[in-house]
Nanobody, 125 residues
């Protein structure tokens, strides 16, 4: 089981940037594919981005493609989400998640075993 702790959330202006971090402990970090999800008030949890175990493949939700970048450092047991060109529609609680599944799409929350507690991102217009 992975223990995941997100940080880096906060308040940003539209057009600005934030960088989220997810620190992992427990099993070796490279055991997991990793993902970011977000949930806005009154909305379902939404896929944001995922990265394969090797870091060689990345996946993005349509609403963040071209603006967000996911990256990992297995030596530091850390996952990042660089968020640029933020809009008020990006306001949500952002969750880091770990998947032990092989060959999955990593698009669905059900594919992930472990979740962090979330970090709030608020973008003002």
């Amino acid at each position: 089981q992975a223990q995941l702790v997100e940080s880096g959330g906060g308040l940003a202006q539209a057009g600005g940037s934030l960088r989220l971090s997810c620190a992992a402990s427990g099993r070796p970090f490279d055991y997991y594919a990793m993902g970011w999800f977000r949930q806005a008030p009154g909305k379902e949890r939404e896929f944001v981005a995922a990265i394969s175990r090797s870091g060689g493949r990345t996946y993005y939700g349509d609403s963040v493609k071209g603006r967000f970048t996911i990256a990992r450092d297995d030596g530091r047991n850390t996952l990042w989400l660089q968020m640029n060109s933020l809009t008020p529609e990006d306001t949500a609680v952002y969750y880091c998640a770990a998947s032990s599944r092989y060959g999955g799409t990593y698009y669905y929350a059900e594919e992930y075993n472990d979740w962090g507690q979330g970090t709030q991102v608020t973008v003002s217009s």
